[in-house]
């Protein structure tokens, strides 16, 4: 009997921030879900990423367990794929070794997340630039064929692609060349209050960002003093960005194209669309709320994916990690 196909293996990995927003949900973790069935899927936490800025220890720990449960609560889920923590796979650092051996120092130089955050820290860490190194070493580890990113990631999976092409053609073929993946269907969520920015964690306006967590009073309140336009139509514009925006909201939660919602909403009010909005935000993230106060009150279930995760995939970078030593020229280690 044949071995029946093997699924395309996807990986996406994301660090322990403490909460995820609407804006996480509905543009990326929605769309990992759906890959579930028909891929074999990783979705790492990466926690070695985390430390390349000042962190604090308590905080790490707290917001990787908090990480996992809102992935299990958006529908991540251990029976079908592998959830684990970067640091409990020891093949993420490792290969990372071999690979920063190959790696021109320019081009991690060059990064402009590299850039951007370095500017930002007093001192610079040597892990911040070497950061797009172990982020290819948690990619090709998996031979992922497949990488959901945001645009802001596509440089480092260029340089992925290009260190899975050096290694191959100086030693022999090996990686999984990967290619991003950027979900058709993803929704752009921008901020409440300033349209013209992404909607995120970290905005200083505590009305700006829906977090998937939010009460549905927290939803009510910052729905409700979202801004619009000093106009009174329900339509998507680039002079209405606030209006565009909800529409955007209204339509990924509802399921309704715009062009229908702009047809609902013909002749009624900004106090209408609000509500509507309010409630279709509501009717998503309310099982999701509950799921993650059920997953996060229970640490031991949580020790347990992390467990079943971080076995599945060592087991899988095992048999990368061998290959490479091997290839590399390293003598096989004694069993
Ligand atoms: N650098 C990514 C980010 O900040 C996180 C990340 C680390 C990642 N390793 C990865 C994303 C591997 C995709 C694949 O968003």
Redesign the pocket.
Known sequence: MSEPAAKPVV?????PTGRLHLGNYLGAVLNWGRMQDDHECYF?I?DQ?AITVPTVPADLRANTYACLAQYMACGLDPARSRLFVQSHVTGHTELAWVLGCLCPLGQLERMTQFKDKAARQESVRAGLLT?PV??AA??LLYNAAK????E??KQ??ELTRDLAQKFNHTYSDTFVIPEPYIAATGARVMSLQDPGAKMSKSDPNASATLFITDSADDIRRKVGSAVTDSGAEVRAAPDKPGVSNLLQILSACSGRPVAALEDDFRGKGYGDFKRAVTDAVEAVLAPVRSRFATFSADRAELDRVLKAGAEGAQRAAHRTLAKVHRKVGFVERPR
């Open positions: 990986l996406t990995c994301a660090q790492g990466v990423h950061y172990l982020m948690d990619i990488v959901p990113v945001g802001d990631q480092h999976l």
